[in-house]
């Protein structure tokens, strides 16, 4: 089959970008290996691990299992527009940091894009409530209680 | 792990979308939330030769409760159905399953048509849309028909849907008065597939007599089962009874077994999740849910 | 900043760059003109190989090359084994390991046979389509025991049998303690260990630069030096023509470091050959074939005591299945066989072990390494005593532990670095204690009473374990004051997560009063230091460390003496903090670390014989053996009486190991073993049919727990230094994951009442489905 060509136009961290994609390339190696935003990991490829958790029109979802084609006209958000463009980092961000929220760091792009969205959702979560929202992001490192620790500690931050 | 190739077509409208699959029929696929179909492409497990993006079709996204009925689009992802707090009061029964599917980034995906129509037997939703008694519009460029969702699932992974057939709407009928509900189910871990699931209803009248029940399991079967319990109906409700209901499914039962489970087990625990959703469903009709 | 930071939760120097998507990994590597790479795999457990057919693959547009075993010509040969087998009199060690590509024979599904390079994965993934195998397939050598009956398959024709070692050692007698023994408990037991399953799996960039004549691999490696002499070898250039670095790593736990995997040669090789960088990426798939396994064992094991439950002697006999080949040699059952002594006094010990060849994935060492199938035995073992001799099953544990005034311990066996099994230091009881008290043990029966009484089933579980860490060889370190003030360290260890980057920076800081903020770490680049070993068996912070601390040392001493040269003074008037050397109640002089770098470093004028420029070190570290931690687990849980739901109500870790650098890694350290110690126990499971073909190869039915299964944890510490190293350190990376299997079986028995229905459980993992089997058949039998 000749290639199935695509030209798409992708809002990504406020950015317009305009590519000409094969229809089957997933939305992960668009963002990775087309773009440049290599932040977004990949873990599985087949929708369980979380570790390529982006926010498509702000709701979390896995770019895994979305085509780069799917995204023409969309607005995409990853890690590396989580910071402000001063420097500032996202409450969790800097939870992540003062609780050891992260160990090998691989998992830790997709939790953010995870639970950042949770929490804007959820301003004043219970630890179970955390945990459930977590439970779609596998860490093979920290055992998790850092993570739900930071999201807690994020949270309460948040609220003020 | 990457997709073999195909041809994608963005469908502008329904009817394009229903022109193209009559047009490519089998070796076209209808893609929707793709939760469940992306995966199957990137294992090269599946591979449409032609796939047909409903995403941009958003009025097939809808919610709309009647008195009689309330009517959902095939394209209405699971985020927004757990976000509609009047659908969650009218169908207790979906509030309390949707947690139990998968995770948040597949739910805010994931959509109710797209699930029905991949028809997993492990899967919740088939199993609650039988038991609430869901009637299904199909629809192809030369028409639409209307199915009750039990006779929808015709085995693991198959449907009645015809090549050129689309999935556009769900009808729900309403709860009758004094209903109650209850859904469980074991898996491995939260969000996994079902070992065993169980939705359960009673209805009761005015005098605590049953008066209609309906009991579906998943899990434990190539599709949906009916497990019946029509023997509660004209009486009132007892533990003893509710026993004799999960030993007579558990008699009739011949789940599949899997790595993560034996037969044995998930007939034990389809039975263990009868008596207790029935126990919770009976007492939800009697005090509310 | 004259504060120590050594023992205080320092945040991490890393964290910045994995908190905003701009760490390296290998996956984020692009190069101009780059290819990539895909395997074909055998589908088939055993087979030989009839013909391959590549012919169609290179006709697709876009592919480059399809290389079989043939085309790699002399390239092509049998790994070297990575870990020889210890000298043990009387063992047999049959060597055979795996080629970069499958020759003659496949002997497990996922043995690569093709590599094809494309110009991109999706098209080298298509190109694997194109390729035609033939194959006449062969009985697959599956189940351990019928490995090793006469007429079974053989997993390498020029072997009588499927033996690939056999080892014995003992201490004392046990046939003559078993004699006088009042009780002798005998068992059989089944611990399976699964896959380490790193959320990043592993790869390998490879780019040749002809001109240079220069070899640049980027790889997820826990061993960059050891791949960089070894590829040298493999490609005929010279060591300093090989650059490995293995840039963040995403988790290793283990088989990170098997040397080498295929794709490991495979890619350096072609990239020479075809003058373009290349990428190889695992896939998950992939992974659960490609990436080594840990599996199971079987254990006749048998224990004798005496009537009020001292341990007389212990006999253990086992198989091991290591899986086609065995390149990482003896070191997961030498850790079994070693381990399941624990903390406890065994004056008779016998055990030995044959490690089975079969059909399988190469099982190599995954976080815990063989340790968990011993403390399994062990401490079973204990529990089936304590309950026929009706003793308590914490003070058959206490009057079993080693005396804290008899250490050094000597368990008169060999270890897996190929010393004398020797416990450093240890002071168990306190240990004990504290997690009797952290999960109330005390009170437990009546809170137990209670709850069975609200018709809840609630159970504990205790489990102690000694844990074998920071062996050698050696590390090194280079610890370099540069003229900024800043503080640059390099180590060829290597890193997958562990807080390398901020424990290493502390130790240096301490030594040179500098903040841990402006001391850079440069681990696993083969370019930046030139020796080591590689982060394994809980090494890291013991070797790595105390080789920085000595560097730091040095360092600090010739800064003092610059500093004292400079201000005419003596060395013990002057104070290293706050980033320069001052001298004491003299305000305002003092000289900057940095300063003092830049004099060392003179443009005019001669360095004095017998001094060095700069203000740096190198020293490295060797310890004589390795320094053993422990500690004591302790959990309650609740269970659904029918269908064995299980849920964690409190969870309590209580460790030994040394001198702590940072609690806050190494709390982090113990979460996550634990968490990895809860798959292993009740959800992680590689299920093989009888061809050897693997049932679960996803992350949807291969089940990692998630943030619902994983429990808080209370973590307290004793710290026993140990005398092996001049910081006192023992390891931590494993001891997580080691007794979560027993602390599991015997708290579930505990909460259904299982020993007094003749239900015993003697296997991990266990699952809902299992023990409802076990219970049900009980039931028939009563």
Redesign the interface.
């Known amino acids: 089959m000749d290639n199935d060509l695509h030209d798409i136009t992708v809002t990504v961290n406020g950015v317009s970008y305009a590519r000409r994609v094969e229809s089957r390339m997933l939305l992960s190696d668009f963002l990775r290996h087309e773009l440049g935003l290599a932040g977004t990991h990949v873990g599985c490829e087949h929708g369980v691990c979380g570790a390529c958790t982006i926010q498509l029109d702000g709701e979390p979802v896995r770019s895994c299992l979305l085509l780069a084609v799917q995204a023409n006209q969309h607005a995409i958000a990853t890690i590396e527009g989580l910071t402000d463009p001063d420097g500032a980092w996202h409450p969790l961000q800097q939870a992540m940091h003062d609780h050891h929220g992260l160990q090998c760091g691989y998992c830790t792009p997709g939790v953010l894009m995870t639970m950042t969205a949770f929490l804007d959702e959820h301003p004043s979560p219970s630890e179970h409530k955390v945990r459930e929202a977590l439970s779609g992001n596998l860490c093979r490192c920290t055992g998790y209680q850092n993570i739900v620790d930071a999201v807690l500690a994020a949270s309460a931050k948040m609220r003020g | 792990m990457k997709p073999a190739p195909f041809r994608y077509i963005a469908a502008t409208s329904l009817a394009h979308a229903l022109a193209l699959k009559a047009e490519h029929g089998d070796e076209a696929k209808f893609l929707a939330g793709g939760q469940s179909l992306m995966p199957t492409m990137n294992f090269r497990l599946a591979r449409p030769a032609v796939l047909i993006d409903l995403n941009g079709l958003d009025d097939l996204a809808f919610v709309r409760c009647g008195d009689d009925a309330t009517r959902i689009g095939a394209l209405t992802r699971y985020r927004a159905l757990e976000r509609d707090a009047g659908l969650l009061a009218r169908y207790p029964l979906i509030g309390e399953a949707l947690p139990e599917i998968a995770h948040p980034q597949i739910r805010n995906r994931g959509t109710l048509g797209g699930n029905l129509c991949h028809a997993d037997p492990a899967s919740e939703m088939p199993a609650l849309m039988v038991a609430l008694g869901a009637q299904l519009k199909l629809q192809s460029a030369s028409g639409a028909r209307w199915l009750a969702a039990s006779e929808f699932f015709l085995g693991g992974l198959t449907t009645a849907l015809a090549p050129d057939e689309m999935l556009v709407e769900i009808e729900l009928p309403a709860s009758p008065a004094r209903s109650g509900s209850c859904f469980m189910e074991v898996a491995r871990r939260r969000g996994d597939f079902a070992i065993a699931g169980v939705a359960a209803m009673v209805t009761l009248d005015g005098d605590d007599i049953c008066s209609n029940v309906r009991l579906v399991l998943c899990g434990v079967g190539e599709m949906p089962v009916d497990a019946g319990a029509d023997a509660l109906i004209g009486q009132a409700i007892t533990d003893a009874a509710i026993c004799d209901v999960a030993a007579a499914a558990r008699a009739l039962l011949d789940p599949p077994g899997s790595v993560h489970a034996t037969a044995d087990y998930q007939r034990h625990v389809a039975g263990v999740l009868i008596e207790r959703t029935l126990t919770t469903a009976h007492l939800r009709a009697r005090h509310g849910q | 900043m004259s504060t120590r930071t050594l023992g205080e939760?320092v945040?991490?120097n890393?964290?910045?760059?994995?908190?905003?998507?701009?760490?390296l990994?290998v996956?984020?590597v692009?190069l101009p003109g780059m290819l990539h790479a895909a395997l074909l795999r055998s589908q088939v457990a055993h087979a030989r190989i009839v013909r391959i057919d590549v012919s169609r693959a290179l006709q697709r547009p876009g592919v480059i090359a399809a290389y079989t075993a043939e085309d790699l010509g002399a390239f092509w040969r049998p790994n070297a084994v990575v870990v020889p087998p210890p000298p043990i009199p009387g063992s047999i060690f049959n060597a055979r390991t795996h080629g970069p590509l499958a020759k003659g024979k496949v002997r497990h599904v996922g043995e690569p046979l093709v590599i094809v390079i494309a110009e991109s994965?999706?098209i080298a993934?298509?190109a694997l389509d194109d390729i035609d195998v033939e194959f006449e397939q062969l009985d697959a050598v599956v189940d351990l025991e019928a490995a090793l009956r006469p007429g079974s398959a053989l997993v390498h024709d020029d072997l009588d049998s499927n033996v690939a070692a056999h080892v014995r050692q003992s201490k004392g007698n046990y046939a003559a303690a078993a004699a006088r023994a009042d009780r002798v408990i005998k068992r059989r037991f089944h611990y399976e260990h699964g896959i380490?399953?790193?959320?990043?799996?592993r790869g390998v960039v490879a780019q040749w630069d002809a001109r240079a004549g220069q070899m640049t691999v980027w790889d997820t490696t826990q061993a960059p030096v050891f791949m960089r002499n070894g590829l040298a070898a493999m490609l005929g250039l010279n060591e300093r023509n090989v650059r490995v670095i293995a840039p963040?790593?995403?988790?290793g736990?283990g088989p990170k470091i098997m040397i080498f995997y295929p794709e490991e040669l495979l890619l350096p090789w072609a990239a020479m050959r075809l003058n373009r960088p290349i990428k190889w990426?695992e896939?998950?798939?992939e992974h659960f074939f490609a990436t080594t396994h840990e599996r199971g064992q079987i254990h006749d094991s048998e224990m004798a005591l005496s009537k009020d439950g001292r341990i007389l002697g212990v006999k253990d006999v086992f198989l091991h299945d290591g899986g086609a080949y065995d390149p990482y040699g003896l070191t997961v059952p030498i850790n079994s066989q070693c381990t399941l002594l624990g903390p406890y006094v065994v004056p008779n010990y016998d055990s030995t072990f044959t490690q089975v060849f079969t059909n399988l994935p190469i099982v190599t060492p995954y976080r815990g390494a063989g340790r968990q199938h011993g403390v399994f035995v062990m401490e079973r073992l204990l529990d089936l005593a304590a309950h026929e001799l009706g003793l308590d099953r914490a003070e058959i544990r206490r009057i079993n532990l080693i005396p804290a005034d008899v250490f050094p311990y000597n368990n008169e066996i060999i270890y897996q670095d190929f010393a004398p099994l020797s416990y450093d230091s240890g002071n168990y009881e306190p240990v004990l204690d504290m997690a009797l008290e952290a999960i109330g043990y005390a009170g437990f029966k009546a809170e137990q009473a209670l709850a069975r009484a609200q018709g809840r089933h609630i159970g504990l579980g205790l489990a102690c374990y000694v844990e074998g860490t920071g062996i050698g060889p050696y590390e090194g370190a280079k610890v370099q004051v540069q003229s900024n003030g800043k503080v640059s360290i390099a180590t060829g260890i290597g890193t997958?997560?562990?807080?390398h980057f901020t424990v290493f920076a502390q130790i240096a800081a301490d030594q040179l009063g500098i903040a841990v903020s402006d001391i850079e770490v440069v681990t696993g680049d083969t370019d930046q230091f030139y020796w080591g070993a590689g982060t394994f068996a809980s090494r890291g912070a013991v070797v790595a460390g105390n080789a920085v601390n000595e560097a730091a040392k040095v360092v600090r001493q010739k800064a003092l003496k610059l500093a004292s040269d400079l201000f005419e003074c003596s060395e013990d008037d002057l104070v290293v903090a706050d980033g320069r050397i001052s001298l004491v109640g003299v305000p305002g002089k003092f000289v900057t670390m940095g300063d003092l770098a830049a004099s060392a470093n003179p443009m005019r004028g001669a360095v004095k014989p017998g001094t060095e420029p700069g203000l740096e070190s190198t020293q490295y570290f060797g310890p004589p053996s390795g320094a053993t931690a422990n500690g004591v687990h302790a959990m309650i849980v609740e269970m659904d009486p029918?269908?064995f739901?299980l849920k964690i109500l409190k969870y309590v870790v209580v460790h030994d190991c040394g001198t702590v650098l940072n609690p806050?890694?190494l709390?982090?350290q113990i979460?996550?073993?634990?968490?990895?110690g809860i798959g292993n126990a009740f959800?992680e499971?590689l299920?093989f049919d009888d061809q050897g073909q693997l049932?679960?190869a996803?992350?949807?039915?291969y089940?990692?727990?998630?943030?619902?299964?994983?429990p808080?944890?209370e973590l307290s510490h004793t710290v026993t230094p140990s005398p092996l190293n001049p910081m006192g350190i023992k390891g931590a990376g494993e001891a997580?994951a080691i007794p979560v299997g027993p602390l599991f079986a015997q708290a579930i028995e505990d909460a259904l009442d299982l020993p007094s229905r003749g239900i015993e459980l003697l296997e991990i993992p266990l699952?809902?489905?299992r023990l409802?089997?076990l219970t049900?058949k009980a039931g028939e039998r009563e």
């Open positions: 939760p945040k991490r890393e964290d910045r760059k994995l908190l905003t998507g701009q760490a990994f996956d984020d692009e994965r999706y993934e298509d380490s399953s790193p959320i990043e799996t963040f790593v995403g988790g736990f990426i896939d998950r798939l997958q997560g562990q807080g029918r269908t739901d806050m890694i709390a982090g979460q996550g073993g634990v968490a990895q959800y499971k299920c049932l679960n996803s992350l949807a039915d089940l990692l727990p998630t943030a619902l299964e994983v808080r944890m997580g699952s809902p489905s409802y089997e049900r």
